[in-house]
């Protein structure tokens, strides 16, 4: 399995960034598809979920500014990242997790760094 993950950088406060992750080699269906984020310092956390029916799940930090979506039919998913602060900086990393697989799988990160 590997995802590739594109879209960070460096954005001043107030901001967007789209992020992407793209899986592929394997063939079973995914089932759940999210973002985490980690601070330097700081524990890895969630930032959001979309589950293969489409349900959304948000961290409350991010709530009404983030938005996450896929693309089944390309296995990708994004975050659209607004009114971005410079708490939301670190490196994001995007979870996926395949029916029938207990296993999730993890990309290899990518930076959002947000300048005040």
């Known amino acids: 399995v590997q995802l590739v993950e594109s879209g960070g950088g460096l954005v001043q406060t107030g901001g967007s960034l789209r992020l992407s992750c793209t899986a592929s080699?394997?063939?079973?269906?995914?089932?759940?598809m999210g973002w985490y984020r980690q601070a330097p310092g700081k524990q890895r956390e969630l930032v959001a979920t979309i589950t293969s029916r489409g349900s959304t799940n948000y961290a409350d930090s991010v709530s009404g500014r983030f938005a996450i979506s896929r693309d089944n039919a390309k296995s990708t998913v994004y975050l659209q990242m607004n009114s971005l602060k410079p708490e939301d900086t670190g490196v994001y990393y995007c979870?996926?997790?395949?029916?029938?697989?207990?296993?999730?799988?993890w990309g290899q990160g990518t930076q959002v760094t947000v300048s005040s």
């Open positions: 080699g394997n063939r079973f269906g995914i089932n759940t």
């Open positions: 979870n996926v997790q395949y029916w029938g697989i207990v296993d999730d799988y």
